[in-house]
């Protein structure tokens, strides 16, 4: 019996627990849902309830005095208020996502979800954010049990082909220019990648890297090119490998240890010349 609780938690066929409550952390019926809404004690993810109001938010594409908006005002105010949210979150800690909704039903409007790396870190910047105020309104914070977005993101919205538009029951996920966010998460990535390389290499083996061998030349190219790598890196499903020709996919020859000995001595004869 535990087990068939267990694998129906959070499903429809679940007539205890609220489904829509489990996946996007919020509901359309809200306290008068007739199943539970069960808050979780502790989560990586925040939701801050309504907190993003766009220019259009009575009439889309309309201002409140009755003048059409350029969309392009409409997504410039949206990522003003993209980049200012996340500044102040990721003080608190690593942001592994941060989705703000662009659906316009009571219980959805506005929402901004924030996932951080730790529990720990979401734990604070609750702590902090709890009677505070944004643009003259309060922040409405708490932990939300959503933490695969997959799960609560309308994949017609993504395809331009939901027929339920902003009044949807999943996320309609506002999106942000490529350079916003490679400028945002990039530097996640590039700390990431550094931290790696630094520990993947002993004392030892340091040193064969202070020699201007072809590696650097590589690396050197790869730095030039890394904006656009991150450009494909965080909007496709993962980095586009390019298929190696012959020349390349062939091993370097290898020098005699006694040649590669010598190399090595007139390098650091030379590296203790330049530095004299």
């Not at 929402?111 to 604070?124: G, I, M, P, S, T």
């Not at 942000?176 to 630094?198: E, M, T, V």
Request: charged share 35%; proline share 5%.
């Amino acid at each position: 019996m535990a087990e068939h609780l267990a694998s129906i938690f959070g499903t429809e066929k679940d007539r205890v627990n609220c489904p829509f409550y489990f996946k996007i952390g919020a509901c359309r019926h809200g306290d008068r849902c007739s199943r539970l809404h069960t808050r979780p004690t502790v989560s990586p993810t925040l939701l801050l309830s309504n907190m993003y109001h766009r220019p259009d938010m009575i009439t889309p594409g309309v201002e409140p005095q009755g003048q059409p908006l350029d969309p392009l005002k409409i997504q410039e105010h949206f990522e003003d208020f993209y980049e200012d949210i996340f500044e102040e979150l990721s003080k608190f800690g690593e942001i592994e996502n941060l989705n703000v909704c662009d659906n316009l039903a009571d219980h959805m409007i506005g929402n901004v979800y924030v996932q951080f790396k730790e529990e720990d870190h979401a734990a604070a910047a609750l702590q902090a954010l709890q009677g505070r105020f944004y643009s003259g309104r309060p922040i409405i914070v708490d932990f939300s049990p959503v933490t695969d977005f997959r799960e609560a993101t309308c994949r017609q919205y993504e395809e331009n082909d939901c027929n339920r538009g902003g009044y949807c029951n999943f996320m309609h996920v506002k999106m942000i220019s490529r350079d916003l966010r490679r400028k945002l998460f990039g530097k996640y990535h590039r700390r990431r990648g550094s931290r790696s390389r630094s520990r993947s290499l002993s004392p030892h083996h340091r040193r064969d890297y202070d020699r201007p061998d072809r590696r650097d030349y590589r690396d050197s190219r790869e730095r030039d090119r890394s904006g656009r790598r991150s450009h494909r890196r965080y909007d496709s499903d993962g980095p586009r490998r390019r298929s190696r020709s012959p020349r390349q996919s062939r091993s370097p020859i290898r020098e005699g240890s006694e040649e590669r000995r010598a190399r090595i001595e007139q390098w650091n004869r030379e590296r203790e010349e330049r530095q004299s």
